[in-house]
Nanobody, 120 residues
């Protein structure tokens, strides 16, 4: 059973930076997609950034130029570098990975979420 463990959230002042990490347990994993979503109370979860196995990235307009998604295949880990943070970036951030599982095809996995709070 694959599990995703997130870390790196916390409280930061406006203009500050944080780096989120999401590590997948297991060996020999084949990733098709890694992404970061965020959610605030009363709102739908929104895609913040994603990266495919080929390295193509996609960002929400609200974070372009400030956030960077990356991955380390050897460590089964995805990262989200967040710079120039704004109060409106405050949310619970979730990572997700689409992993090829033998006998099941592509399976979606989600992390437990990590709180990011941007406030002075």
């Amino acid at each position: 059973q694959v599990q995703l463990v997130e870390s790196g959230g916390g409280l930061v002042q406006p203009g500050g930076s944080l780096r989120l990490s999401c590590a997948a347990s297991g060996t020999g994993l084949s990733f098709a997609f890694m992404g970061w979503y965020r959610q605030t109370p009363g709102k739908q979860r929104e895609l913040v950034a994603s990266i495919t196995s080929g390295g193509s990235t996609n960002y929400a307009d609200s974070v372009k130029g400030r956030f960077t998604i990356s991955r380390d295949g050897a460590k089964n880990t995805a990262y989200l570098q967040m710079n120039s943070l704004k109060p409106e970036d405050t949310a619970v951030y979730y990572c997700t990975m689409k992993i090829l599982v033998w006998g099941k095809g592509l399976v979606d996995y989600w992390g437990q979420g990590t709180q990011v709070t941007v406030s002075s």
